[in-house]
């Protein structure tokens, strides 16, 4: 709906704020680096798309992250659950160009806390330090 792309496209503005500086270039990436926006930008995508129905997502994929997996593999392990969780991973999973997408559970763990601060419910993300933002240590 209009109102959930403009939430994703707001969301996606404060997400890119809090990136350092320094940091930025290897953000966005270029021709020859994708760069890393495209993990938060799916998280957010998750997020906004399922809002309220898909209860837990985040937690999952972080759980996921913290065993090893990247975020299609992730996403791929929930498909099969039940319900609107499975529903969402599938949805995700239909993203055409994979290889550009980093896979690294680092990154995972790196972007969670912060777009679990715009999601509907409580995130309870294990490993995670309140107040820790994105380049913090």
């Given at each position: 709906?209009?109102?959930?792309?403009?939430?994703?496209?707001?969301?996606?503005?404060?997400?890119k704020a809090?990136?350092?500086?320094?940091?930025?270039?290897?953000?966005?990436?270029?021709?020859?680096?994708p760069?890393?926006?495209?993990?938060p930008?799916?998280?957010?995508?998750?997020?906004?798309?399922?809002?309220?129905r898909?209860?837990g997502?985040?937690?999952?994929?972080?759980?996921?992250?913290l065993?090893?997996?990247g975020?299609?593999e992730?996403?791929?392990?929930?498909?099969s659950?039940?319900?609107?969780?499975?529903?969402?991973?599938?949805?995700a999973?239909?993203?055409?160009?994979?290889?550009t997408?980093t896979?690294?559970?680092?990154?995972?763990?790196?972007?969670?806390?912060?777009?679990?601060r715009?999601?509907?419910?409580?995130?309870n993300?294990?490993?995670?330090?309140?107040?820790?933002d994105?380049?913090?240590?």
């Amino acid at each position: 709906s209009p109102r959930t792309a403009k939430r994703f496209t707001n969301l996606y503005r404060i997400v890119k704020a809090f990136v350092p500086k320094e940091e930025l270039a290897g953000f966005e990436g270029n021709e020859n680096f994708p760069g890393d926006f495209q993990v938060p930008m799916i998280l957010l995508a998750l997020q906004a798309g399922s809002g309220h129905r898909v209860s837990g997502l985040l937690e999952e994929i972080h759980k996921l992250a913290l065993n090893g997996s990247g975020l299609r593999e992730a996403l791929l392990k929930l498909s099969s659950a039940e319900g609107g969780l499975g529903k969402a991973a599938k949805k995700a999973l239909a993203i055409e160009d994979w290889e550009t997408v980093t896979q690294s559970p680092e990154s995972l763990i790196k972007w969670m806390p912060l777009i679990a601060r715009f999601s509907f419910e409580q995130a309870n993300l294990p490993g995670w330090e309140e107040g820790k933002d994105v380049g913090e240590s």
